[in-house]
């Protein structure tokens, strides 16, 4: 069904588990690897039969960043338009897909997190982490800002500006136990039994109906950037009468009334 070399995709029924698949390069960011999950996220925004997506990497490492290596090795014909920002704009364009996408990502995050991988956890929607998990905005250690691939987005709004400015000032790692005391991380649990942890939020998510999933993400990201309370309650109030519309309100409602677990058919 998917045909990629440097990511891989495996269906268990509503659920998409990507691993990145670089292990001997620790997952490094190849331009076939952004090429790949640019693909994988554009084509989810119409895809009704996934319903959560779960990340992860092969090997020691979630994803060490950007492959410097492979990447100044790049002749001009391999470097996508992107935009007018050549590779930059490409790379900076699948994280904009995995927010766009109506599927919930799970990012099981253990050793290296850095750079733009880094950006990858911080780009989904749940992270756990494993004991051996190190993360920074490693882009300062290189002579660049820190505002690079969403990361100046997402992390405040993650941990709040303070700690923000701290790791994205210094590009020093954040590991396990803090990245759990700052909320970076929903839990921390042995590297073992990392794919073990994402299991009962996965399974808590696929209670859920479809549309009610789907809409509480869009809903999520519309109200963090929303300009008053209003206008995050107009969002609700649109998705909730959406909701109401549909045969799974009135599963869910029946199913309630009498104990018993519902049958959505995303209708």
């Known amino acids: 069904m998917y045909n990629y070399e440097d990511i891989k995709i495996e269906v268990d029924g509503g659920v998409h588990w990507l691993t990145l698949n670089r292990p001997d390069a620790l997952n490094a960011i190849s331009t076939r690897m952004v090429g790949e999950l640019a693909d994988y996220f554009g084509g989810l925004y119409h895809d009704r039969s996934c319903r959560i997506v779960v990340m992860k990497g092969e090997g020691r490492a979630f994803c060490a960043g950007l492959d410097i290596k492979g990447h100044s090795s790049d002749g001009p014909e391999e470097v996508p338009f992107g935009g007018g920002f050549g590779f930059q704009g490409y790379l900076a364009d699948v994280y904009i897909k995995m927010r766009r996408c109506p599927q919930p990502i799970i990012s099981l995050v253990h050793g290296p997190a850095c750079g733009g991988g880094f950006a990858f956890a911080l780009a989904s929607d749940i992270r756990i982490a494993g004991e051996s998990v190190k993360m920074n905005a490693a882009f300062i250690k290189l002579g660049l800002s820190s505002c690079d691939m969403g990361v100046s987005y997402f992390l405040p709004r993650l941990v709040g500006v303070s700690v923000a400015s701290e790791l994205m000032l210094t590009g020093r790692f954040i590991k396990a136990d803090r990245s759990l005391a700052v909320g970076l991380v929903s839990e921390v649990v042995p590297d073992a039994d990392l794919v073990s942890a994402a299991q009962p939020y996965i399974d808590e998510m696929l209670a859920a109906s479809p549309m009610g999933l789907r809409l509480t993400k ?50």
Do not use: C, H, W
């Open 218 to 267: 869009e809903g999520l990201n519309m109200a963090v950037d929303a300009s008053s309370l209003e206008a995050a309650m107009a969002i609700e109030n649109r998705n909730q009468v959406l909701s109401a519309s549909t045969e799974d309100f009135k599963e869910g409602m029946q199913a309630f009334l009498e104990k018993r677990k519902p049958q959505y058919k995303d209708a």
